[in-house]
Each structure stands twice: as structure tokens, then as C-alpha cells.
């Protein structure tokens, strides 16, 4: 195939129809109209003699060319925006960069109001933020899907650089009337209740299931939920118990909850910052970086 001949727009349109697998989402995500779009899916078809996307009754599937092209035209479309746009002029004022961030919704809670209001007047940055597993996340830093990762406890190669933003424990949560009096949350007490379990958290998990476990002792799950959103509402309606960091407990905390400590050890933790080593000189990248841990300053 000769590059020479190849309409570089048509890419982007690709990445797009990949992304959305819909022609009018695809559309607007690039600014074009849908007929537009409809000609660079028939102009792709001949370009790469593949069909691409095929209509289902569920909607657009891609073929497995199409899967197999996914991920390096990201890369590509990725380091072609790098070079069209000078980081050694960076200018956070001026820039329309938008920036990737993967983050839970636990740091999205902690840090996204204040990273937003921190951004320069009249700023044109914008974040875009994902939540990947631990190992997802690993593998969107090495192969430059994302500019940085705010997590915990990441195992990643000597490519991935990390420094600690945010001390944090586990605590637990409660409605403020709870039967449970104020400072009287024992072991036994503990076990005994029923608590609510949010199934994403690996903090659940590391610094309270497993520590649990090695006592013998496990918690009464009477509900499993995938957010964090959802867990003040139930905790003021019922006597159920929630573990959670305390830094997010703040922010989730009002007139009707109220915490407590653990009533066992359990380990602190740090919420971390990681970015590929590829970015240690970038302007771009370090203003970032420096945004997030003056956030985490403020927090702390």
C-alpha cells in the first residue's frame, strides 16, 4: 500500500467508526456529517478490501481485521497528534490538549472537582478520564493510551515511573444513628453486622477481606454493588456496615453518616501517580503531573 496515495483523514474517521461502532456517533465524534462518514466507511471498505464494521441485529460488529487495526491506529493517530503539537512550547493557557487520565471513581470523587476548578483561566485542556483494572492499566502506559494513572499498588516494569500522592487507611461507615454507639465498634460487632461490599474496590479486598481471612473471619456481604455512588443512599436507609478510605469517606460524609475506625490492623496505604519514563522530560505531561499532586497537597 502506498502511503502516498492514502487520505491520512480517513484514519481518523476509522478510529472513530472503531470507537463508537455506529456511523452518526462516529460522526459527530470527528465533526462530520453523517453522509460524510457513511463515504469514509465505503472509501475504508476498498482501502484495506475488508468490510470493517458489519451490521447486526445488536448493531455494528467489527470483523477481525478491523480488531486486529484497532489498537496500532490509535497508537499512530496518538504519536502523529504528539508531533504536530510542540511540547517544548507547551503553554497550559493556550493548549487544547486533552489529557487521559485512569482513575476510579473513588479518585475521580477526590480529585476531578479540584483538578477542574485548578485549571488556568480560560483554559482549552480537558481530561478525559477511564477506569482500567490494574493490569489494563499497566499495559495503557506502556503502549501510550493514556498520560498518566492515579492507582495503588500497580506491578509494572522499570518503563513506568511512580511517586506516592496521597496517604490513605480503610475506616469504616455508618449511619450516624446506627445501634452501634459512637466509639463502641468492636471485633465482634464488626463481624457480626451485615456490611455492603463494593466488588471493584481492591481496597476491600487487600486491606480488610484478606486481613480478615487470616483470622479465620470473613464479613456478612448482604450487598454487593459495582459504584461508590450508590453507598451513602443505602447506609442512611439501613444498618448495613461500609469499609472504604477515609479520604473518600470524607467526601461522601453528612449529617446522616458518620465513621469509624477499624476495629482490627490494618495496613496504610499510598494512592500513587504513574507515568511511562518516555514523559519524564515532557512539558506537557510534567505540568500535569504537577497539577495532580498540588490536588493531592490540598487533600492531605
Known sequence: MNLRSIDLNLLVALDALLTERHVTKAADRVGLSQPAMSNALNRLRAMFEDELLVRTTTGMKPT???????????????????????????????????????????????????????????????????????????????????????????EHSASIRSETLLQDRMICLMRRHHPIKRGRLTFESFIAQEQMKVSMSPTDLRFVDDVLAERGQQRRIALNVPHWLVVPHVLK????????????????????????????DSAPFAWMLYWHRRYDQSNANGWLRERITAVCSDLS
Open 64 to 154: 477481525p481485521r478491523a480488531n486486529e487495526l484497532a489498537e496500532p491506529l490509535r497508537q499512530a493517530l496518538r504519536q502523529v497528534e504528539r508531533v504536530m503539537v510542540s511540547d517544548a512550547g507547551f503553554d497550559a493557557s493556550q493548549s487544547e490538549r486533552t489529557f487521559t487520565i485512569r482513575m476510579s471513581d473513588i479518585l475521580a470523587c477526590l480529585l476531578l472537582p479540584r483538578l477542574a476548578a485548578a485549571r488556568p483561566a480560560n483554559a482549552r485542556i480537558s481530561y478525559n478520564t477511564i477506569h482500567l483494572s490494574p493490569s489494563l492499566t499497566v499495559d495503557a502506559l506502556e503502549r501510550d493510551e493514556i498520560d498518566v494513572a492515579v492507582s495503588m499498588g500497580l
Open 237 to 264: 436507609q439501613t444498618d448495613l456496615l461500609a469499609v472504604m478510605p477515609r479520604h473518600l469517606a470524607a467526601v461522601l460524609m453528612d449529617d446522616g453518616l458518620r465513621m469509624e475506625d477499624l476495629p482490627f
